[in-house]
């Protein structure tokens, strides 16, 4: 019965932004911590950003950092990715997971 579903991807423009969400059921989502990953076609699946269970603590890859922000809404079972300032290479399908389990993606086309 759990399920994590994304929503917000599509199509921006290099230097745009998009926030993605990821919505959890079937879990007491309050007792894990959260990741969001992009898989970009040819390349190997990706971590991009952490969050603690709390919120408190989140972590980012370096080619996100200072442009992407993780956060989450324990009311709602939902887990954020805000993305700004969106490059070309950002282009890839996204994934939620929550402790073993993983969202279906969402895609983010980057493009001009």
């Known amino acids: 019965q759990v399920q994590l579903v994304e929503s917000g991807g599509g199509l921006v423009q290099p230097g745009g932004s998009l926030r993605l969400s990821c919505a959890a059921s079937?879990?007491?989502?309050?007792?894990?911590?959260s990741d969001w990953y992009r898989q970009a076609p040819g390349k190997q699946r990706e971590w991009v950003a952490g969050i603690s269970s709390t919120g408190t603590t989140t972590n980012y890859a370096d080619s996100v950092k200072g442009r992407f922000t993780i956060s989450r809404d324990n009311a709602k079972n939902t887990v954020y990715l805000q993305m700004n300032s969106l490059k070309h290479e950002d282009t890839a399908v996204y994934y939620c997971r929550c402790w073993k389990y993983w969202g279906q993606g969402t895609q983010v086309t980057v493009s001009s």
């Open positions: 079937g879990i007491r989502f309050s007792n894990y911590g």
